[in-house]
């Protein structure tokens, strides 16, 4: 699944993304701390006396976890055409995002919403979709508000799995069904199409209309076959079409497409909504990487039996603005890199796209990673954390995952399934280490000709933290952790007196290349003993790094970004 919400999914969420995924990562994050005002609790309880949600103790502090940041790009190379079609791709979002409410939540969001007396409060609950704090396990924040069922509105709320694991009915597994029961109280699914029938016909009326709108072929084509697969619940012909697209300066990833808010099993798709722009020079600069994989691979530093695989070269990597988010791809954390389609005959035969979100991986820069180098980093190594090694921390980490060996080397079959629930982590630490093994030669190479090693290190460094506090749960999480501690016991980096860390060149090169190479090893030998040590010996936050987010806390920097967004704010 998916979309690397570093893309997102709060990293409690982040729930190991299977096969094809890409990372939705965890990682970013953001506060509201202006936006949020400051009313007493004391106040909230006084005004809800009797029927009004309220919130519960304990929950003060998160409601400025998300920073407010404005969602706009340049728009002013677009014809009258294509400004016409954005604003009905968003129109057509904020169905999505209808949709996602009612999958998220069984109340009314309207009512839900206006119940809530207090602002601050109610935009809290927005953000979540419901009155589960996404971000923190899903904890319950608001008074009259129950546990959140593991299978959200997806599944009966009284089913238990035994009952569905012992149920027999159309499409039980279906990504695009929902689970009712029938006249005689059994279960069944009814399809989206049929189930939400009049909201996406309403959104395939618009999409229709939008590619009447589009300058380029390919995309009207696209927008068409979208629209056919949301009357029809059929969704790999218009992933194929949405493949084909290389030339379009605008793009939508719209539909039921990621599976984590079912976290129950995993099986159904919640919808969502991207309406992106591309960023054409930004992505020339990206493609010339793609072509240095194969040489790459040869290179990593590891014997070479666990590098005997050839990775593609035609990796299909771009930037993009992002102008709206919409449903689950705007609740919590918010994505910032995108690889999709999830649908894997379609990855069989042509891949995937990995779409880098520059603007939405800007606002979190500047929300985030500068307030922590702030708080965390050595005053000398501050100008060392940039956007650009940001950037290009996240991106590599996308192509990364293209590198080093899927298959294990002993009959085991592939490396996902010899490293059972450990092979998420395992790859999204090896997606992070060798993307800084990548960093480091394409430096050398000269193909790298921004920033220094420093900057990528360091600001690498900083991100760590900011991953981090979305907890060491997720796949993401774990790796996070164990290779925090792998390079602490190396001396990749050092901690002074007054708490803050300071990087070490060399010694980070060394740690990066010996961790590869044990990364590496451990996959390639499906050496599921050997992950499982690791993760619990070095999977977990220890009690000095706890107490230094604890800071990032106090300071109230926040842990993810919320958007201001839509028609108005674009001028459409
Ligand atoms: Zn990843």
Request: aromatic share 10%.
């Amino acid at each position: 699944m998916k979309a690397l919400k570093l893309t997102k999914i709060a990293a409690v969420v982040l729930l190991a993304s299977t096969t094809l995924t890409a990372c939705n990562n965890a990682t970013e994050s953001d506060t509201a701390k202006e936006n949020i005002t400051k009313e007493s609790p004391s106040t909230l309880k006084n005004e809800s006396a009797t029927n009004q949600p309220e919130l519960l103790p304990g929950f003060e502090n998160r409601l400025n976890i998300y920073k407010e940041v404005t969602l706009t790009a340049d728009l002013s190379h677009l014809s009258a055409n294509q400004k016409q079609m954005l604003a009905l791709l968003i129109d057509a979002s904020k169905i999505m995002d209808d949709l996602f409410w009612q999958q998220a939540y069984s109340q009314d969001k309207k009512s839900f919403l206006a119940s809530i007396s207090d602002e601050t409060v109610r935009r809290f609950a927005e953000i979540n979709y419901g009155p589960w704090d996404r971000l923190d396990g899903d904890k319950v924040f608001l008074t009259q508000a129950t546990k959140k069922a593991h299978g959200a509105e997806f599944y009966p709320a009284d089913m238990t799995k035994a009952e569905f694991e012992q149920s027999d009915f159309s499409d039980k597994m279906g990504l695009y069904s929902v689970v009712k029961r029938d006249d005689e109280e059994k279960l069944m699914s009814i399809s989206y199409s049929e189930i939400y029938h009049d909201q996406m016909n309403r959104a395939a009326a618009i999409l229709d209309k939008a590619a009447k709108f589009a300058d380029d072929k390919e995309f009207s084509n696209y927008l068409t076959m979208r629209a056919q697969a949301l009357r029809t619940d059929e969704y790999q012909a218009s992933d194929f079409a949405w493949m084909d697209m290389k030339n379009n300066p605008i793009d939508v990833v719209i539909g039921p497409i990621e599976n984590y808010e079912d976290q129950l099993y995993g099986y159904r798709a919640a919808f969502e909504s991207y309406v992106l722009i591309k960023d054409l020079a930004w992505s020339e600069k990206l493609a010339k990487y793609a072509q240095f994989l194969p040489e790459l691979q040869k290179g990593l530093p590891v014997a070479k039996k666990y590098k005997a695989e050839v990775p593609g070269s035609d990796a299909d990597l771009n930037a993009y603005d992002v102008i709206y988010y919409a449903g689950h791809s705007n609740a919590g954390s918010k994505t910032i890199a995108i690889n999709l389609p999830n649908d894997e005959e379609v990855q069989l035969k042509k891949g995937t796209r990995r779409l880098q979100l520059k603007n939405a991986m800007r606002a979190k820069f500047d929300a985030i990673m500068l307030p922590i180098a702030d708080e965390l980093i050595v005053p000398e190594q501050r100008k060392n954390v940039t956007f650009t090694g940001f950037f290009a921390n996240t991106m590599f980490h996308e192509v990364a995952h293209g590198l080093g060996i899927k298959n294990t080397l002993n009959g085991q079959g592939p490396v996902r399934q010899a490293l059972k629930e450990h092979a998420s982590a395992l790859e999204e630490g090896k997606a992070d280490i060798l993307g800084l093994y990548m960093i480091r030669q394409l430096l050398d190479k000269g193909a790298i000709t921004d920033g220094t090693l420093e900057d990528y290190y360091t600001t690498f460094m900083a991100g760590i933290f900011r991953s981090i506090r979305f907890g060491a749960s997720s796949a993401h999480g774990k790796a996070n952790m164990v290779r925090f501690n792998y390079f602490q016991e190396n001396g990749a980096f050092s901690r002074n007196e007054q708490g803050l860390y300071s990087i070490n060149i060399d010694k980070m090169t060394a740690a990066i290349d010996s961790l590869s190479q044990l990364i590496l090893t451990l996959q390639g030998n499906g050496d599921y003993q050997g992950v499982d040590s690791l993760v619990k010996e070095s999977g977990v936050i220890g009690e000095t790094l706890a107490a230094d987010l604890a800071r990032l806390e106090a300071a109230s920097i926040p842990v993810d970004i919320v958007f201001k967004q839509g028609k108005k704010v674009l001028g459409l």
